[in-house]
């Protein structure tokens, strides 16, 4: 059994920075693709930016130059960090894991608000 525990939502202003973190736990095939993906109220889920196992990472428009996706292998562990951060990224934010099958994590909530 594959679960997604995702961490680090939280509310922030105009401008500011925060990391999100997923761990992925369970039998887990080597080569996958994580990612991040977020669902704004009324609007469909939609990329944020994935990263395969060999570091190829891909990225929505509208945040290329402010997010920056990591991971770390060894621990199944996936980062996004969000720098400059607008109104229009207020969502929730849930971590993906393209393993032979799709795993969902349970979504962390990111406002961004003054």
């Known amino acids: 059994q594959v679960q997604l525990v995702e961490s680090g939502g939280g509310l922030v202003q105009p401008g500011g920075s925060l990391r999100l973190s997923c761990a992925a736990s369970g039998s887990i095939f080597t080569m996958n693709v994580m990612g991040w993906y977020r669902q704004a109220p009324g609007k469909q889920r939609r990329l944020v930016a994935t990263?395969?196992?060999?570091?190829?990472?891909n990225y929505a428009d509208s945040v290329k130059g402010r997010f920056t996706i990591s991971r770390d292998n060894a621990i199944n562990t996936v980062h996004l960090q969000m720098n400059s951060l607008v109104p229009e990224d207020t969502a929730v934010y849930y971590c993906?894991?393209?393993?032979?099958?799709?795993?969902w994590g349970q979504g962390t909530q990111v406002t961004v608000s003054s």
């Open positions: 993906r894991l393209i393993a032979g099958a799709n795993y």
């Open positions: 990263i395969s196992t060999s570091g190829i990472t």
